[in-house]
């Protein structure tokens, strides 16, 4: 009893004079508010502080977000004050930016896509919302091309979409096609042969007026595509991506805009039209 006492005594006197008897733990960095986490089907995907996934939207091709109302029910917006972002150390803090949404509420942008989450997703690590309607995609930092769906709009100031044989017909409405990670459109060269670029050639020139979409392997594509579909040639010393076959071209006339695709036009349609998955493979030279 007497050595209990003791002992009792003397916890009493260190919790009075020197804190708990244990050591602290040390006390928590700030949160991370969006980190990467491994997903066993989608490899690396961007989630909120708890994993929750983050998702685009196809729709959202310049940017701006196009999911409100009711759609917000079921994809509500993801936001983190910029000052309070912190990020995983392999993310680029310049690829997040923040966008006004049309009630003023603030959303969180990646690349140019505004961030979501979907209400089916019941517990970290959920992907539930992959490829729903063929538009929504799970977050990744490393897609080699996405998908837009918006209104062709041509350099000669006409509206087109993208039937489904892939060809380019005047009308109104929304088109899926590919671009790349940052949104921006990408088409093809209706005289190309399969793997080989007759535009570019040895002409560096012809660089400037479409660009070739540089990239030196392929990562990761949206669900619904086959990854094999996408190979890796050599241009003037460049590495050119290529879809069945087709290599894949920027029209300089964009301007690097973000939904913008007037090169469906130029010189006529058809001629460097935008590609899905209803483009036919390219002919064997």
Same mark, same amino acid.
């Given at each position: ?15 009075? /004079? ?7 733990? /040390? ?8 980190? %990467? ?126 039937? /489904?044989?892939?060809?380019?017909? %005047? ?12 949104? %921006? ?84 349609? /058809?001629?460097?039209?935008? %590609? ?10």
């Amino acid at each position: 009893m007497l050595l209990l006492a003791t002992v009792m005594t003397s916890c009493s006197d260190d919790n009075d /004079n020197n804190g708990p008897v244990y050591p602290p733990t /040390n006390p928590p960095g700030p949160q991370t508010t969006i980190k %990467l986490a491994n997903n066993t089907k989608f490899g690396a995907i961007l989630t909120d502080s708890t994993g929750r996934s983050l998702y685009f939207f196809s729709n959202d091709a310049q940017g701006a977000p196009t999911c409100s109302g009711g759609c917000s029910a079921i994809w509500p917006t993801f936001y983190v004050d910029p000052n309070n972002l912190t990020i995983d150390s392999t993310l680029n803090k310049a690829d997040f930016t923040t966008v006004t949404r049309a009630d003023g509420s603030k959303q969180t942008v990646y690349k140019g896509w505004p961030l979501y989450y979907y209400a089916d997703d019941e517990k970290a690590g959920d992907t539930n919302g992959d490829n729903v309607l063929s538009t929504w995609f799970v977050a990744k930092p490393d897609y080699s091309v996405m998908v837009a769906n918006f209104q062709l709009h041509g350099n000669d100031g006409k509206d087109y979409v993208l039937d /489904n044989t892939g060809k380019i017909v %005047l009308g109104t409405g929304l088109s899926k096609y590919l671009v790349d990670d940052r949104g %921006l459109t990408l088409y093809k060269f209706s005289n190309d042969k399969s793997g080989t670029n007759t535009f570019t050639n040895n002409d560096e020139t012809h660089n400037a007026i479409w660009p070739i979409y540089e990239i030196a392997d392929v990562k990761n594509v949206p669900t619904g595509f086959a990854k094999t579909d996408f190979t890796i040639i050599t241009v003037l010393g460049k590495k050119q991506i290529t879809y069945k076959g087709w290599p894949m071209y920027y029209f300089g006339q964009d301007a690097k805009v973000m939904g913008a695709n007037k090169g469906v036009s130029v010189p006529s349609p /058809n001629v460097w039209p935008v %590609l899905y998955t209803t483009t036919a493979a390219a002919p064997l030279p």
